[in-house]
């Protein structure tokens, strides 16, 4: 058994899904592309949308340029009669944190998660500009790649990393995506021109359209509902200072605060799935988590196999906790980020119950 | 009722601009007002540490921070990324360095742009000084960017000075422009909708669950929480479901109040849309008034609905659509 006892409520991953990850969904809205994942998710556990306790989404308006997009694909759910429902405009990661709570607090047994991110109608690249100190940074529009370079370039100058070791990175990450029938990008992937120098086209994430649910159950509940529960033996997210010229890029320590805050280093991980969408920044996720050749990083290819902005973290969450529904990890560590050079850190600790 | 068919993918260019009006706190204030009569302005924390550009309170202690420093417009990059292939709104045009730099006196770094002619001429360490925009107007872009330091440059600038953060005529907001652009495709549903206004027939969707049919349709059934597939034609009359009478002439709306905006039950939908009433004295307007559309020549959809002449609706057969 895994040590649960550090929260109020057992509460595990009973279920995951994602849609293909694809370059443009046009003929798709967004809640026809986010229908067919939550049907996935609902079967997995035989649950009706309406026996569920607790829903809540994560997205981004900016992506789509649609306002309050979140309530049209909440039709999607199913959502009449009244349902208890919630939205967090950030990656699905941190609207599973917020139904991990709801259900700890004793006001939900079971939630469903989900999240979506259609960029193909804008300019990711452009769009995630907007969502930078609009005083002294967001008027300058450095883009995402821009930023990620600068960090990458801390990075090369400490002698942490060079562009062949990114290059290997991102090549490692899609060779493992080779077994993800959902991946956008998988096998071998040319590195290409430099994007942003020292990031080059492989060191950084596709740009597409997905979605990805999961379901939460609490104790009893979760082992009716699924063979080997992923238990969320803990969680913890963490922020850093705005201001990227305060931080040292080289290092993320609101991940390691919110890894020692989850247990992370209590015992041994055998699972990484991080939420790395640029090559650089696995390095950093690496040294903060403390992970070293034993554990299996990113068998999934992560985010540089697919990255459908708001659903990716939400995703690594997802496929460490299949990982185990399916036995092949006992005790996996799942990380999302958000904001620009890793601002912003969440990290769960998913343990199945050892035979 | 027919089933769907896949549809022409429509798409339409879909432009987002904002000019955000931010107020600026006392420090904030001073710095961009300092970058317009060229001087740059930074902070000191309780700890002694200097921070350009500066902030309000510590990021490690919360405190509230507010003694005002001048520090150099000479500095040094702490780390950089070539940008060759500028973006839109981006500080220059031509390929560029993207740098942090700590500018002399400071302990933190800023971002800006560093012109220089290619990779080669920019590295960690390198000494660099503020170029100045030739207008200025209290903004961070008041820097046009950085550029390679000269012999000279910074030459006793390495120490933060005291400095009162007053000026004449100061900068208490900006404007934050920003555009975003987009290509706007509707999805399935909505697209079999608009295909339909094209030729003036109003398409919902059936639910294969409920069966009731949603107009106009968005795809899903948000009670059942499925596709609605099976397209239904509904209307052209309807009926007046409710109603308000607006007596406020919005920005640019070429239409005199008061006028009537109603819920419309097309005939055959499951739900009411909305539509303006005109043809009738916005006086007599009333819940279960049989009413049909008025297409404009090339409008893309009802302009306004009129009354039908029929006699009004029963009650009972609208009721729960209101």
Redesign the interface.
Known sequence: MPDTTRHAREVAVVAFAQSDHRRRT???????MV?PV??QVLAQTGLK?GEIGFTCSGSSD?L??RAFSFT?T???????PPISESHVEMDGAWALYEAWVKIQTGEADTALVYSYGKSS???V???LT?QLD??????????SV??A??????LI?SGETDEAALAEIGARNRASASSNPYAQLSGAVPQGD?Q????RTGDCPPIGDGAAAVILAAGDVARRLCERPAWITGIDHRIE?H????RD?TDSPSTRIAAEHAGVFEGPVDTAELHAPFSSQEVVLRKALGLDGSVSVNPSGGALAANPVMAAGLIRIGEAAARIHRGESDRAVAHATSGPCLQQNLVAVLEGDRA | MTAASPPEILRAPLVVEFPFTRSLGPVQSAFLTGLREGVVLGVTTADGKVMVPPVEYDPVTAEEIRDLVEVGATGTVTTWAWNGSPRRSQPLGTPFAWVLVRLDGADTAMLHALDVPGPDAVHTGMRVRVRWAAERTGAITDIACFEPAQPGDGDGAAQAAPHDGEFADAVTGIVAEARLDYTYSPGRAQTAYIAGLSEQKTIGERCPSCHKVYVPPRGACPTCGVATTDRVEVGPAGTVTTYCIVNIKAKNLDIEVPYVYAHIALDGAGLALHGRIGGIPYDQVRMGLRVEPVWTDGGRYPDHYRPTGEPDADYDVYKELI
């Open positions: 046009d003929e798709l809205s967004e809640v026809e229908m939550l049907h949308a900016y789509a340029g049209m909440l039709d999607g759910v199913g959502a009449w109608p804008g300019s690249r452009d769009v907007r609009p005083y002294y940074v967001a008027p300058l529009w450095p883009d821009a930023l370079a600068l960090q990458a370039q801390a100058d430099y942003v120098a020292p990031l200072a201001s990227l010229g305060l890029l």
